[in-house]
DNA sequence: TAGATTGTTAATCGATTAACAATC
DNA sequence: TAGATTGTTAATCGATTAACAATC
């Protein structure tokens, strides 16, 4: 969130920003942007804020995203092709190495710069290159075959975009992202607002 | 998340689960799911646990997807597609009751059982049909006209799948998912497993 | 009756925030 | 010097969990 709202603010803002102008934007606490910044470093000055763009390079530091990182893609369909060809990703040091998908008339399709491969080649891609992200878009019913596979060849973070559970030997990084628990949550606050406007 | 684990129960799993069933499938404590269950009510059994299916209509019930909720979508690129086509929503009663795209090209093309339209008949389309939720899958500077034309038309929930940092005004509840978020938020964990494993 | 498991209390733990000295 | 704003302490608040009586 604050690399977001920092990006934003370089573009258009003045080079500097204090705690309560990030805390406005995110709708955070201005004490506890302070104290999350101070958590890995002391990076304002006092009495005149956060400069924007040295601010920005310590968080990509702290994150990780100042240098590139390889993944890859299983599950070339709808979502697959659009993560693949989302422009964030490259723009956050993300390079989509390798797309897999079991389905024989996608195998060859080009997305972006990268060939649709058969998922059969996933193993070997794993073993010949020492990547660390996965990201599976497949179908719910394959998505804990597609995680056992990213395991075995070494993959250590996964995101997983189906709604299945889905189960990763120790060691191994499990992030969900369901469209649809988002929705179902949005939902509730809707349920909330709706109530409330009934009585 | 319990939810979804619980769905998945009911399909292979006995009629009936514990809290420290449930707690070991999603890796919450079970005194937790206890607590958050018993927040709105008392569904479990003592000395027996929950009943799978009854414990899933009292969450449809609690979240509101025991009904239909009808909603638009704006953007038909890569993701809109994804997110139309997803059989997910479906199943807990989303309807994908109309499609915008502000591309003439992509206009008249048909994503499931809906043809997309044209964004300037956004507005109308609002006015006709009282439609309370949101999503936003175009292209990130294009997210806050179309999060300011929503909001006009009286959507009161959007789900934002932009990077981009967009304002709302009261009363109205925005929810953002960005992906990248997401891998920049999986890296951190990266680097963090690869600084003890320099060690 | 004995074992299992809930609902709930009480204790613990951690996260949030107000406040302020330090300092630009 | 006066105003602004950080970094950090101390106080508050809320979330988590252990424990257990209630009860199936």
Redesign the pocket.
């Known amino acids: 969130m604050y690399l977001n709202v920092l990006i934003q603010l370089r573009q258009d803002g003045p080079s ?7 805390g406005q934007l995110t709708e ?11 958590h890995f ?10 400069d924007v763009t040295t601010l920005i390079d310590k968080i990509q530091q702290i994150l990780g995203s100042d240098h590139t990182h390889r993944l890859v893609l299983v599950g070339a369909g709808h979502l697959g092709t659009a993560i693949a060809s989302y422009d964030g990703l490259r723009r956050h040091g993300f390079i989509v190495s390798a797309i897999f998908d079991a389905d024989r008339r996608k195998v060859g399709k080009r997305i972006g710069d990268v060939i649709v491969q058969s998922i059969d080649e996933l193993d070997r891609t794993l073993k010949d290159q020492a990547i660390r992200i996965g990201i599976i878009a497949v179908p719910p019913d394959a998505a804990q075959e597609v995680a056992d596979e990213l395991a075995a060849g070494g993959v250590r973070v996964m995101l997983n975009y189906t709604p299945q559970v889905v189960n990763v030997p120790e060691g191994v990084q499990l992030h969900n992202t369901d469209p649809v628990r988002e929705l179902l949550h949005t939902l509730y606050y809707l349920s909330r607002l709706e109530g409330v406007a009934r009585v």
Request: proline share 4%.
């Open positions: 500097t920003a204090s705690s309560a102008t990030v955070i606490n201005p004490a506890q942007v302070r104290r999350d910044l101070t470093g002391s990076f304002g000055r006092r009495g005149i804020g956060y």
